[in-house]
Nanobody
């Protein structure tokens, strides 16, 4: 079992920045593939970014490329999502997710790949 706790979400003005954190605990938490998804009101949960176990592979959704960066600190079992140039369209609940293994690069983008989820943290961007 892996437990995930997100933090860092808050209200921010358009153009601003936030850094989300996801602290992982539990057996072999440091060996998991980690990802961020987000869900806006009335919409389905969507992939944002993912990072491989060693941090060598990173994936991000097209709309956040150049603005969001995923990183990890294995010593702290923590994954971060640095979000810059935020727009109101980035408003959503952001979820951290973990998977013990991923088969194929396309699988990083799929919610069903991930076995464990955090409770979510609200990000609201005002115009």
């Amino acid at each position: 079992q892996v437990q995930l706790v997100e933090s860092g979400g808050e209200l921010v003005q358009a153009g601003g920045s936030l850094r989300l954190s996801c602290a992982a605990s539990g057996r072999s938490a440091s060996t998991y593939v980690m990802a961020w998804f987000r869900q806006a009101p009335g919409k389905e949960r969507k992939f944002v970014a993912a990072i491989s176990r060693d941090g060598g592979l990173q994936y991000s959704e097209d709309s956040v490329k150049g603005r969001f960066t995923i990183s990890s600190d294995n010593a702290k079992n923590t994954v971060y999502l640095q979000m810059n140039s935020l727009t109101p369209e980035d408003t959503a609940v952001y979820y951290c997710a973990a998977a013990p293994r991923v088969t194929g690069s396309n699988s990083y983008y799929l919610a069903r790949t991930y076995n464990y989820w955090g409770q979510g943290t609200q990000v609201t961007v005002s115009s």
